[in-house]
Protein backbone atom coordinates (compact mmCIF):
# COMPACT_ATOMS: atom_id res chain seq x y z
CA UNK A 1 0.00 0.00 0.00
CA UNK A 2 0.93 3.86 -0.79
CA UNK A 3 2.35 5.43 2.01
CA UNK A 4 1.03 8.23 -0.19
CA UNK A 5 -3.03 9.52 0.55
CA UNK A 6 -4.67 7.20 -2.17
CA UNK A 7 -5.94 10.34 -3.64
CA UNK A 8 -6.97 11.91 -7.04
CA UNK A 9 -3.31 14.07 -5.92
CA UNK A 10 -1.49 11.44 -5.59
CA UNK A 11 -2.59 8.52 -7.03
CA UNK A 12 -2.53 7.21 -10.74
CA UNK A 13 -1.13 9.14 -13.06
CA UNK A 14 -0.35 11.48 -10.33
CA UNK A 15 1.56 8.77 -8.34
CA UNK A 16 4.86 10.09 -6.93
CA UNK A 17 8.17 8.79 -8.51
CA UNK A 18 10.86 10.70 -7.13
CA UNK A 19 13.65 8.90 -9.09
CA UNK A 20 16.05 11.05 -11.00
CA UNK A 21 17.40 9.28 -14.29
CA UNK A 22 19.50 9.81 -16.77
CA UNK A 23 19.14 8.39 -20.53
CA UNK A 24 21.34 8.46 -23.42
CA UNK A 25 20.21 7.63 -27.51
CA UNK A 26 16.54 7.62 -26.52
CA UNK A 27 14.70 5.28 -29.14
CA UNK A 28 13.07 7.16 -31.98
CA UNK A 29 10.30 6.51 -33.94
CA UNK A 30 10.33 8.64 -37.27
CA UNK A 31 12.72 11.18 -37.68
CA UNK A 32 13.65 14.20 -35.43
CA UNK A 33 14.09 17.20 -37.67
CA UNK A 34 17.82 18.09 -37.77
CA UNK A 35 17.25 21.73 -37.68
CA UNK A 36 15.85 20.97 -33.99
CA UNK A 37 18.76 21.38 -31.76
CA UNK A 38 18.70 22.50 -28.14
CA UNK A 39 16.92 21.90 -24.60
CA UNK A 40 13.20 20.86 -23.66
CA UNK A 41 12.64 21.86 -19.92
CA UNK A 42 10.40 21.09 -18.20
CA UNK A 43 8.88 21.80 -14.26
CA UNK A 44 7.49 18.74 -12.76
CA UNK A 45 6.41 18.45 -9.23
CA UNK A 46 7.18 14.96 -7.64
CA UNK A 47 7.12 14.89 -3.62
CA UNK A 48 9.75 13.11 -2.35
CA UNK A 49 7.81 12.18 0.90
CA UNK A 50 4.28 11.39 1.81
CA UNK A 51 2.77 14.94 3.04
CA UNK A 52 1.81 15.59 6.65
CA UNK A 53 -1.11 16.87 5.07
CA UNK A 54 -3.87 13.59 4.02
CA UNK A 55 -5.74 16.50 1.68
CA UNK A 56 -2.18 17.61 0.12
CA UNK A 57 -2.25 18.79 -3.62
CA UNK A 58 0.39 18.25 -6.35
CA UNK A 59 1.19 21.76 -6.03
CA UNK A 60 3.16 21.61 -3.32
CA UNK A 61 5.63 18.69 -4.50
CA UNK A 62 9.04 19.28 -4.70
CA UNK A 63 10.40 20.85 -8.12
CA UNK A 64 12.09 18.40 -10.41
CA UNK A 65 13.90 19.91 -13.38
CA UNK A 66 13.94 17.43 -16.37
CA UNK A 67 15.23 18.06 -19.82
CA UNK A 68 15.24 16.58 -23.31
CA UNK A 69 18.59 17.36 -24.87
CA UNK A 70 18.22 17.27 -28.47
CA UNK A 71 20.90 17.63 -30.93
CA UNK A 72 21.41 15.84 -34.59
CA UNK A 73 18.28 14.14 -34.39
CA UNK A 74 19.35 12.17 -31.27
CA UNK A 75 18.27 12.91 -28.05
CA UNK A 76 19.19 12.46 -24.44
CA UNK A 77 16.59 12.91 -21.08
CA UNK A 78 17.57 13.89 -17.50
CA UNK A 79 15.60 14.77 -14.23
CA UNK A 80 16.75 16.07 -11.10
CA UNK A 81 15.58 17.51 -8.25
CA UNK A 82 15.66 21.11 -7.86
CA UNK A 83 17.90 20.96 -4.01
CA UNK A 84 16.06 23.62 -2.01
CA UNK A 85 16.82 24.20 1.48
CA UNK A 86 13.00 22.50 1.85
CA UNK A 87 13.50 19.48 -0.03
CA UNK A 88 17.47 19.32 1.51
CA UNK A 89 15.65 19.54 5.11
CA UNK A 90 13.01 16.45 4.94
CA UNK A 91 15.64 14.67 2.61
CA UNK A 92 17.65 15.03 5.95
CA UNK A 93 14.71 13.62 7.67
CA UNK A 94 13.69 11.08 5.59
CA UNK A 95 10.12 12.59 6.06
CA UNK A 96 8.02 15.50 5.55
CA UNK A 97 8.58 18.86 7.91
CA UNK A 98 6.36 21.20 6.20
CA UNK A 99 2.67 21.13 6.16
CA UNK A 100 -0.38 22.27 4.30
CA UNK A 101 0.03 24.02 0.51
CA UNK A 102 1.42 27.80 1.45
CA UNK A 103 0.64 27.88 5.24
CA UNK A 104 3.06 28.36 6.99
CA UNK A 105 1.55 27.77 9.98
CA UNK A 106 1.36 23.82 9.81
CA UNK A 107 5.16 23.19 9.82
CA UNK A 108 6.91 22.08 12.71
CA UNK A 109 9.22 24.03 14.75
CA UNK A 110 12.07 22.87 13.49
CA UNK A 111 11.48 24.29 9.71
CA UNK A 112 9.49 27.57 10.82
CA UNK A 113 11.48 30.28 9.34
CA UNK A 114 13.21 28.17 6.21
CA UNK A 115 12.21 28.77 3.10
CA UNK A 116 9.29 27.11 2.09
CA UNK A 117 10.17 27.48 -2.02
CA UNK A 118 9.79 23.97 -4.02
CA UNK A 119 10.97 25.67 -7.38
CA UNK A 120 8.47 23.26 -9.83
CA UNK A 121 6.16 25.67 -11.86
CA UNK A 122 8.18 26.97 -14.72
CA UNK A 123 11.63 26.78 -15.71
CA UNK A 124 12.47 30.41 -17.36
CA UNK A 125 15.41 31.10 -19.01
CA UNK A 126 16.63 34.64 -19.55
CA UNK A 127 20.56 35.78 -20.30
CA UNK A 128 22.01 32.43 -20.02
CA UNK A 129 20.57 31.48 -16.84
CA UNK A 130 17.81 28.85 -16.03
CA UNK A 131 15.58 29.66 -13.03
CA UNK A 132 13.16 27.19 -11.68
CA UNK A 133 10.38 28.97 -9.81
CA UNK A 134 7.10 28.89 -7.67
CA UNK A 135 5.19 32.15 -7.48
CA UNK A 136 5.27 31.80 -3.64
CA UNK A 137 8.85 32.42 -3.08
CA UNK A 138 11.86 33.41 -4.88
CA UNK A 139 13.38 31.25 -8.03
CA UNK A 140 16.58 29.01 -7.59
CA UNK A 141 18.76 28.77 -10.30
CA UNK A 142 19.72 25.48 -11.95
CA UNK A 143 22.79 25.07 -13.70
CA UNK A 144 21.22 24.08 -17.26
CA UNK A 145 24.42 21.58 -18.84
CA UNK A 146 24.37 19.72 -15.00
CA UNK A 147 20.97 20.05 -13.53
CA UNK A 148 22.80 20.86 -10.40
CA UNK A 149 20.95 23.68 -8.15
CA UNK A 150 23.17 27.12 -7.98
CA UNK A 151 21.10 28.73 -5.71
CA UNK A 152 18.45 30.97 -4.61
CA UNK A 153 18.29 33.73 -7.45
CA UNK A 154 17.63 37.43 -6.16
CA UNK A 155 19.39 39.53 -9.56
CA UNK A 156 22.68 39.79 -7.93
CA UNK A 157 21.52 40.62 -4.85
CA UNK A 158 19.43 43.60 -6.02
CA UNK A 159 15.67 41.76 -5.96
CA UNK A 160 13.77 43.50 -2.73
CA UNK A 161 10.76 41.10 -3.82
CA UNK A 162 10.77 38.28 -1.59
CA UNK A 163 8.94 36.10 -4.98
CA UNK A 164 8.70 36.15 -8.39
CA UNK A 165 6.21 34.82 -10.83
CA UNK A 166 6.41 31.26 -12.84
CA UNK A 167 5.17 33.31 -15.70
CA UNK A 168 7.67 36.24 -17.17
CA UNK A 169 7.62 38.18 -20.06
CA UNK A 170 10.59 37.96 -22.65
CA UNK A 171 10.37 41.06 -25.06
CA UNK A 172 11.10 39.36 -28.17
CA UNK A 173 12.80 42.78 -30.04
CA UNK A 174 14.81 43.91 -26.72
CA UNK A 175 15.82 40.79 -24.68
CA UNK A 176 14.12 42.47 -21.88
CA UNK A 177 12.70 40.28 -19.07
CA UNK A 178 9.30 41.77 -17.43
CA UNK A 179 8.53 40.21 -14.05
CA UNK A 180 6.70 40.42 -10.65
CA UNK A 181 5.64 39.26 -7.66
CA UNK A 182 2.31 38.97 -5.37
CA UNK A 183 2.76 38.82 -1.95
CA UNK A 184 6.25 40.66 -1.99
CA UNK A 185 6.90 42.03 1.36
CA UNK A 186 5.32 38.44 2.69
CA UNK A 187 3.17 36.25 3.33
CA UNK A 188 -0.60 37.83 2.95
CA UNK A 189 0.90 41.33 1.86
CA UNK A 190 -0.68 43.00 -0.24
CA UNK A 191 2.40 44.24 -1.90
CA UNK A 192 3.14 43.67 -5.78
CA UNK A 193 6.75 43.72 -7.18
CA UNK A 194 6.84 45.08 -10.66
CA UNK A 195 10.50 44.82 -12.08
CA UNK A 196 12.40 45.19 -15.56
CA UNK A 197 16.09 43.31 -16.32
CA UNK A 198 17.71 44.07 -19.34
CA UNK A 199 18.97 41.54 -21.72
CA UNK A 200 21.95 40.82 -19.71
CA UNK A 201 19.92 39.80 -16.83
CA UNK A 202 20.75 43.36 -14.92
CA UNK A 203 17.81 44.20 -12.84
CA UNK A 204 16.87 48.03 -14.21
CA UNK A 205 13.56 48.84 -12.10
CA UNK A 206 11.40 47.15 -9.41
CA UNK A 207 8.43 49.46 -8.16
CA UNK A 208 6.02 47.85 -5.85
CA UNK A 209 1.96 48.84 -5.90
CA UNK A 210 -0.53 47.50 -4.06
CA UNK A 211 -3.56 45.28 -5.39
CA UNK A 212 -7.10 45.77 -4.47
CA UNK A 213 -7.22 42.23 -2.59
CA UNK A 214 -5.30 39.67 -1.57
CA UNK A 215 -5.58 37.72 -4.72
CA UNK A 216 -3.44 34.97 -6.84
CA UNK A 217 -1.70 36.79 -9.61
CA UNK A 218 -0.56 34.05 -11.31
CA UNK A 219 0.29 35.37 -14.86
CA UNK A 220 0.62 38.91 -16.26
CA UNK A 221 1.31 40.12 -19.96
CA UNK A 222 3.04 42.98 -21.74
CA UNK A 223 2.64 44.92 -25.12
CA UNK A 224 5.07 47.41 -26.93
CA UNK A 225 3.92 49.92 -24.69
CA UNK A 226 2.21 48.62 -21.39
CA UNK A 227 2.30 45.77 -18.59
CA UNK A 228 -0.94 44.44 -17.88
CA UNK A 229 -2.28 42.74 -14.68
CA UNK A 230 -5.56 40.73 -14.84
CA UNK A 231 -6.73 39.87 -10.99
CA UNK A 232 -9.46 37.14 -10.47
CA UNK A 233 -11.32 36.67 -6.96
CA UNK A 234 -9.51 34.06 -5.40
CA UNK A 235 -8.06 35.28 -2.02
CA UNK A 236 -5.95 34.74 1.03
CA UNK A 237 -6.48 35.76 4.45
CA UNK A 238 -3.47 35.54 7.04
CA UNK A 239 -6.26 34.78 9.98
CA UNK A 240 -7.61 31.55 8.01
CA UNK A 241 -4.29 30.70 7.37
CA UNK A 242 -3.53 31.08 11.23
CA UNK A 243 -6.26 28.93 11.95
CA UNK A 244 -4.61 26.44 9.74
CA UNK A 245 -6.65 26.78 6.92
CA UNK A 246 -6.11 27.01 2.88
CA UNK A 247 -4.57 29.61 1.11
CA UNK A 248 -6.58 30.26 -1.75
CA UNK A 249 -10.28 30.35 -1.76
CA UNK A 250 -12.60 31.51 -4.41
CA UNK A 251 -15.67 34.50 -4.08
CA UNK A 252 -18.16 34.09 -6.85
CA UNK A 253 -19.46 37.67 -6.33
CA UNK A 254 -15.95 38.81 -6.05
CA UNK A 255 -14.92 41.48 -8.96
CA UNK A 256 -12.03 40.93 -11.11
CA UNK A 257 -9.75 43.41 -12.23
CA UNK A 258 -7.35 44.86 -14.99
CA UNK A 259 -4.39 47.10 -14.14
CA UNK A 260 -2.82 48.48 -17.50
CA UNK A 261 0.17 51.05 -17.08
CA UNK A 262 2.94 51.67 -19.08
CA UNK A 263 5.52 48.84 -19.17
CA UNK A 264 8.70 51.53 -18.91
CA UNK A 265 6.65 53.63 -16.62
CA UNK A 266 5.46 54.51 -12.99
CA UNK A 267 3.00 51.97 -10.89
CA UNK A 268 1.40 55.64 -9.62
CA UNK A 269 0.45 55.24 -13.57
CA UNK A 270 -1.73 51.89 -12.85
CA UNK A 271 -5.05 52.32 -14.09
CA UNK A 272 -7.80 49.66 -13.00
CA UNK A 273 -10.78 48.65 -14.72
CA UNK A 274 -13.45 46.40 -13.08
CA UNK A 275 -14.48 43.09 -14.84
CA UNK A 276 -17.01 40.71 -14.59
CA UNK A 277 -17.76 38.77 -11.09
CA UNK A 278 -17.03 35.50 -9.73
CA UNK A 279 -14.81 34.73 -12.90
CA UNK A 280 -10.74 32.94 -13.04
CA UNK A 281 -8.17 32.78 -15.16
CA UNK A 282 -4.84 31.30 -14.61
CA UNK A 283 -2.96 32.13 -18.17
CA UNK A 284 -3.05 34.29 -20.72
CA UNK A 285 -2.20 33.69 -24.16
CA UNK A 286 -0.94 37.16 -25.10
CA UNK A 287 -1.32 40.76 -25.11
CA UNK A 288 -0.95 43.28 -27.80
CA UNK A 289 -1.48 47.30 -28.74
CA UNK A 290 -3.75 48.00 -31.57
CA UNK A 291 -4.11 51.95 -31.87
CA UNK A 292 -4.56 53.01 -28.24
CA UNK A 293 -6.51 50.06 -27.34
CA UNK A 294 -4.87 47.46 -24.98
CA UNK A 295 -5.89 43.56 -25.41
CA UNK A 296 -5.15 40.81 -23.91
CA UNK A 297 -6.10 37.10 -24.24
CA UNK A 298 -7.30 34.97 -21.83
CA UNK A 299 -8.34 31.64 -20.92
CA UNK A 300 -11.38 32.55 -19.07
CA UNK A 301 -13.60 29.96 -17.06
CA UNK A 302 -16.78 30.90 -15.11
CA UNK A 303 -15.11 30.16 -11.54
CA UNK A 304 -12.01 28.75 -10.52
CA UNK A 305 -11.03 25.10 -12.25
CA UNK A 306 -9.31 24.24 -9.38
CA UNK A 307 -11.34 22.34 -6.93
CA UNK A 308 -9.41 22.47 -3.88
CA UNK A 309 -9.60 26.50 -4.02
CA UNK A 310 -13.15 26.84 -3.31
CA UNK A 311 -15.22 27.59 -0.22
CA UNK A 312 -16.78 24.69 1.66
CA UNK A 313 -20.15 26.24 0.80
CA UNK A 314 -19.58 26.55 -2.27
CA UNK A 315 -17.53 23.59 -4.00
CA UNK A 316 -16.48 23.11 -7.35
CA UNK A 317 -19.33 22.22 -9.65
CA UNK A 318 -17.77 21.02 -13.20
CA UNK A 319 -21.04 20.80 -14.74
CA UNK A 320 -21.68 24.20 -14.33
CA UNK A 321 -18.13 25.54 -15.09
CA UNK A 322 -18.38 27.41 -18.58
CA UNK A 323 -15.12 29.13 -20.46
CA UNK A 324 -13.36 30.20 -23.89
CA UNK A 325 -10.65 32.37 -24.76
CA UNK A 326 -11.85 35.74 -23.69
CA UNK A 327 -10.28 39.17 -25.20
CA UNK A 328 -10.40 42.01 -22.62
CA UNK A 329 -10.06 45.24 -24.29
CA UNK A 330 -9.60 48.88 -23.12
CA UNK A 331 -9.03 52.53 -24.86
CA UNK A 332 -6.42 53.59 -22.98
CA UNK A 333 -7.44 57.14 -24.78
CA UNK A 334 -10.37 57.61 -22.99
CA UNK A 335 -10.24 58.87 -19.60
CA UNK A 336 -13.53 56.65 -19.00
CA UNK A 337 -12.90 53.64 -20.50
CA UNK A 338 -14.40 50.67 -19.34
CA UNK A 339 -13.51 47.15 -20.02
CA UNK A 340 -14.90 45.28 -23.02
CA UNK A 341 -15.25 41.48 -22.75
CA UNK A 342 -15.80 38.93 -25.83
CA UNK A 343 -15.44 35.27 -26.03
CA UNK A 344 -12.94 34.59 -29.38
CA UNK A 345 -12.01 31.84 -29.39
CA UNK A 346 -12.35 27.88 -27.41
CA UNK A 347 -11.97 26.96 -23.61
CA UNK A 348 -8.75 25.55 -23.44
CA UNK A 349 -5.81 26.26 -21.51
CA UNK A 350 -1.67 26.18 -20.76
CA UNK A 351 -0.88 28.08 -24.32
CA UNK A 352 1.77 28.42 -26.00
CA UNK A 353 2.64 30.98 -28.32
CA UNK A 354 5.64 31.76 -30.81
CA UNK A 355 8.43 33.78 -28.32
CA UNK A 356 8.60 35.98 -31.68
CA UNK A 357 4.75 37.17 -31.25
CA UNK A 358 4.95 38.02 -26.92
CA UNK A 359 3.34 41.57 -26.77
CA UNK A 360 2.70 41.98 -30.39
CA UNK A 361 -0.77 41.37 -32.59
CA UNK A 362 -0.60 37.62 -33.81
CA UNK A 363 -2.52 35.08 -35.37
CA UNK A 364 -1.87 31.79 -33.87
CA UNK A 365 -1.18 29.85 -30.88
CA UNK A 366 -1.17 26.22 -29.56
CA UNK A 367 -3.36 25.01 -26.67
CA UNK A 368 -4.36 21.78 -24.62
CA UNK A 369 -7.89 21.28 -24.14
CA UNK A 370 -10.74 18.31 -22.86
CA UNK A 371 -13.02 17.37 -25.70
CA UNK A 372 -15.46 14.98 -23.90
CA UNK A 373 -16.17 12.81 -27.02
CA UNK A 374 -12.69 11.50 -26.29
CA UNK A 375 -14.54 9.91 -23.26
CA UNK A 376 -13.44 10.81 -19.91
CA UNK A 377 -10.34 12.28 -19.05
CA UNK A 378 -7.38 10.56 -17.61
CA UNK A 379 -7.13 11.27 -13.76
CA UNK A 380 -3.84 13.30 -13.26
CA UNK A 381 -2.18 16.90 -12.78
CA UNK A 382 -2.47 19.49 -10.65
CA UNK A 383 -6.28 19.89 -11.48
CA UNK A 384 -6.86 16.68 -11.40
CA UNK A 385 -7.69 15.62 -14.78
CA UNK A 386 -5.96 16.22 -17.74
CA UNK A 387 -6.60 17.06 -21.41
CA UNK A 388 -6.78 14.72 -24.55
CA UNK A 389 -6.38 17.32 -27.01
CA UNK A 390 -4.27 19.77 -28.80
CA UNK A 391 -5.62 22.49 -30.56
CA UNK A 392 -4.17 25.38 -32.96
CA UNK A 393 -6.18 28.28 -32.74
CA UNK A 394 -6.80 30.97 -35.13
CA UNK A 395 -7.47 34.23 -32.68
CA UNK A 396 -8.07 36.94 -35.78
CA UNK A 397 -11.08 34.32 -36.85
CA UNK A 398 -11.59 31.73 -33.21
CA UNK A 399 -11.23 28.91 -35.59
CA UNK A 400 -9.85 26.32 -34.92
CA UNK A 401 -7.43 25.38 -37.58
CA UNK A 402 -6.27 21.62 -36.54
CA UNK A 403 -6.63 19.50 -33.52
CA UNK A 404 -4.37 16.75 -32.57
CA UNK A 405 -6.24 13.93 -30.70
CA UNK A 406 -5.01 9.99 -29.59
CA UNK A 407 -8.03 8.89 -28.13
CA UNK A 408 -9.33 7.75 -25.00
CA UNK A 409 -6.68 7.22 -22.29
CA UNK A 410 -4.06 10.19 -23.52
CA UNK A 411 -3.09 13.08 -21.16
CA UNK A 412 -1.22 16.45 -23.36
CA UNK A 413 1.25 18.58 -21.59
CA UNK A 414 2.13 21.77 -22.32
CA UNK A 415 3.35 21.90 -25.68
CA UNK A 416 6.56 24.22 -26.49
CA UNK A 417 7.04 25.83 -29.89
CA UNK A 418 10.38 25.20 -31.86
CA UNK A 419 11.14 27.79 -34.76
CA UNK A 420 12.41 26.89 -38.08
CA UNK A 421 15.33 28.03 -39.66
CA UNK A 422 13.44 28.82 -42.78
CA UNK A 423 11.35 31.47 -43.03
CA UNK A 424 7.98 30.15 -44.68
CA UNK A 425 8.02 26.98 -42.18
CA UNK A 426 5.54 26.93 -39.15
CA UNK A 427 8.17 25.32 -36.73
CA UNK A 428 7.41 22.67 -34.65
CA UNK A 429 5.50 21.90 -31.69
CA UNK A 430 7.37 19.26 -28.80
CA UNK A 431 5.14 17.69 -26.02
CA UNK A 432 4.72 14.89 -23.80
CA UNK A 433 1.54 12.79 -24.04
CA UNK A 434 1.25 10.29 -21.34
CA UNK A 435 -0.98 7.08 -21.68
CA UNK A 436 -2.52 5.70 -19.07
CA UNK A 437 -3.25 1.66 -19.32
CA UNK A 438 -4.72 1.05 -16.22
CA UNK A 439 -5.44 3.02 -13.13
CA UNK A 440 -1.72 1.37 -12.09
CA UNK A 441 0.25 1.78 -15.01
CA UNK A 442 1.15 4.05 -17.35
CA UNK A 443 3.31 5.08 -20.22
CA UNK A 444 4.85 8.34 -21.57
CA UNK A 445 6.16 9.74 -25.45
CA UNK A 446 7.50 12.73 -26.61
CA UNK A 447 6.03 14.37 -29.76
CA UNK A 448 7.30 16.14 -32.10
CA UNK A 449 4.64 17.81 -34.64
CA UNK A 450 4.50 20.31 -37.25
CA UNK A 451 3.26 22.96 -36.24
CA UNK A 452 0.99 23.95 -38.57
CA UNK A 453 -0.21 20.01 -39.13
CA UNK A 454 -0.36 18.63 -35.64
CA UNK A 455 -3.24 16.30 -36.82
CA UNK A 456 -0.83 14.95 -39.23
CA UNK A 457 1.40 11.71 -37.58
CA UNK A 458 4.16 13.21 -35.60
CA UNK A 459 7.72 13.10 -37.61
CA UNK A 460 8.66 11.54 -34.31
CA UNK A 461 7.89 9.64 -31.36
CA UNK A 462 10.12 9.41 -28.49
CA UNK A 463 9.32 7.14 -26.32
CA UNK A 464 10.12 7.06 -22.80
CA UNK A 465 11.89 4.21 -20.65
CA UNK A 466 9.76 5.00 -17.63
CA UNK A 467 6.52 6.96 -17.22
CA UNK A 468 7.09 10.41 -16.60
CA UNK A 469 4.75 12.62 -13.16
CA UNK A 470 2.71 15.57 -15.29
CA UNK A 471 4.51 19.31 -16.05
CA UNK A 472 3.16 22.18 -14.61
CA UNK A 473 4.98 24.30 -17.56
CA UNK A 474 7.97 24.16 -20.22
CA UNK A 475 10.77 26.00 -21.99
CA UNK A 476 12.09 25.75 -25.08
CA UNK A 477 16.20 26.65 -25.09
CA UNK A 478 17.93 27.28 -28.49
CA UNK A 479 21.05 25.48 -28.93
CA UNK A 480 22.37 28.81 -29.52
CA UNK A 481 21.15 29.51 -26.55
CA UNK A 482 23.02 27.04 -24.05
CA UNK A 483 26.01 26.72 -26.42
CA UNK A 484 26.46 31.18 -25.48
CA UNK A 485 25.48 30.00 -22.05
CA UNK A 486 28.69 27.82 -21.30
CA UNK A 487 30.67 31.37 -21.74
CA UNK A 488 29.40 32.98 -19.25
FE1 LIG B 1 0.95 28.62 -14.76
Known amino acids: MSRYPDTVQFNRLNRPIGVEWTARNLEVQGEIPAEIRGAFFRAVPDPAHAPRDPMDIALSGDGMVSRFLVENGQIDHDIRYVRTPRFEAERRARRALFGKYRNPFTDLPEVQGMDRAVANTTPVWHAGRLLMTKEDARAYEVNPHTLETVGRYDFGGALRSETMTAHVRVDPVTGELFSFGYEAGGLCTDDVAYWIADKDGKLVSEQWFKQPYLSTIHDFAITEKYAVFPLFPTLTDLERLKAGGDHWQHEPDGDSWLGVMPRYGKVEEMRWFKGPKGVSAFHFVNAFDEGDTVHIDICLTSTNAFPFMHRPDDPFNPMTMTGGLTRWSVNMAD??????????????????????????????????????????????????????????????????????????????????????????????????????????????????????????????????????????????????????????
Not at 435 to 451: G, P, T, Y
Not at 462 to 478: C, E, F, N, T
Open 335 to 488: PNAELQSRVIGPPGDLPRLRDCDQGRAYERFWMPTYDPRLGPPVSGGPVGSCFNALLYVDVTTGQVLDTMTRGPGFAFNEPVHVPSKQPSHAGWILAVIDHEIDFEHHESELVVLKADAISEPPVAVVKMPVALRPQVHGWWVSGEQLDQSKQR
